[in-house]
């Protein structure tokens, strides 16, 4: 399981330490921090668990507007 606040810091570019400062990097997608995270997956996989990842975060965001 890939802690949320490093794939966050991965696809926003933004990453900040516990002494608060703030590192920038160049943003990437979901797919690609997910295989920079994960470097045992190939990047099919990573390309596979986002779009899953996605698809989740869509049917969630439906029953939560729903509801």
């Known amino acids: 399981m890939i802690p949320f606040d490093q794939l966050k810091a991965k696809m926003t570019g933004v990453s900040v330490n516990a002494a608060g400062q703030t590192t920038n990097s160049t943003p ?3 797919g690609k921090a997910i295989h920079e995270l994960q470097p045992n997956m190939t ?3 990573a390309s596979q ?3 899953r990842a996605e ?3 869509k049917k ?4 939560n507007t729903t509801s």
């Open 43 to 45: 990047e099919n996989q």
């Open 49 to 51: 668990q986002a779009q």
């Open 60 to 63: 969630t965001e439906r029953t």
């Open 55 to 57: 698809k989740q975060a």
């Open 28 to 30: 990437m997608s979901l």
